[in-house]
C-alpha cells in the first residue's frame, strides 16, 4: 500500500491543498495504473467470462489496481464475486501475479499495466507470454502525501524536494524511465483519487476513525 492511499484511507487527506506526488511522464500528466486481467495464451481464457469457475490471481486486498479495482468491476461489470465464481489467490505483488501467469502457475491475473509494461520492457517477461482480456478505467500509481495537519511550511517543503528532485542518473530514472515517467507532478486526492473513492463504496469500505 503506498503513502498516499494510506493517508487517504485515514481520512489525513481532505482538503484541495492536500498534495500527492507520483512519479509522472515529461508530458507533465500523473502516471496512471489501468487495472488489466491477463491470462496466458491457450489458457482457454479469451474474455473476462470465462475466468467463473476457475482461478484468478490478485496481489493482496489492500491493493487498489491488484485487488479493490478488478474486484469491483468483476462485480459490478459481469456479476461475477470472488469465493462465488471464481477463487482468488493472492500472489503479494503485481510481479509475482505476471510472472505466475507467465509461468503458467495461474490461469489469469488482475494487474497493473504500468507494471506489466515495464517488466516487458526490462525483458523479465516477454509480450506474447500474456493476453490482456480487460482494460479498465485509469488511477495514479505509487504517490506519496502530504498531509494537510502539518504545518504550512513543512508542508511546502516537501512538496518543493519532490518538484526539485534531479531524476537524472537516479534509480527512479532507470526504473521509470522506459515507460516514459521523467519527473514528479502534483495530483489531488478530491479529483485524481476519485475513482478509487469510488471503488472503496463499490465494496462498502468504511475508513471512519473510530
Given at each position: ?89 493472492f500472489?503479494?505483488?503485481?510481479d ?33 507470454q ?81
Amino acid at each position: 500500500m503506498d503513502l498516499a492511499t494510506t493517508f487517504a484511507e485515514h481520512g489525513r487527506l481532505a482538503t484541495e491543498s492536500d498534495l500527492s506526488l507520483p512519479t509522472a511522464s515529461s508530458t507533465l500528466e500523473p502516471c496512471r495504473a489501468t487495472p488489466a486481467v491477463a491470462p496466458y495464451p491457450d489458457s482457454g481464457i479469451e474474455t473476462v467470462e470465462d475466468i467463473k469457475g476457475g482461478k484468478l490471481a490478485f496481489t493482496s486486498e489492500t491493493s487498489n489496481s491488484g485487488f479493490k479495482a478488478p474486484s469491483a468491476i468483476l462485480k459490478a461489470d459481469y456479476a461475477m464475486e470472488a469465493g462465488t465464481d471464481f477463487e482468488p489467490v493472492f500472489s503479494g505483488k503485481h510481479d509475482n501475479s505476471i510472472l505466475g501467469v507467465a509461468n503458467k502457475d495461474y490461469p489469469a491475473a488482475a494487474v497493473a499495466n504500468s507494471v506489466l509494461n515495464r517488466m516487458v520492457s526490462r525483458e523479465v517477461v516477454s509480450a506474447d507470454q500474456l493476453v490482456s482480456i480487460y482494460k479498465s478505467q485509469t488511477f495514479p500509481t505509487t504517490s506519496y502525501g502530504v498531509a494537510n495537519t502539518l504545518n504550512a511550511e513543512l508542508q511546502e517543503t516537501i512538496k518543493a524536494a519532490f518538484a526539485s528532485f534531479e531524476w537524472e542518473g537516479s534509480a527512479l530514472e532507470e526504473e521509470f524511465a522506459k515507460s516514459g515517467e521523467a519527473q514528479f507532478v502534483p495530483i489531488t486526492f478530491q479529483k485524481e483519487w476519485e475513482v478509487i473513492r469510488k471503488i472503496d463504496e463499490a465494496n462498502g469500505v468504511d475508513y471512519t476513525c473510530g
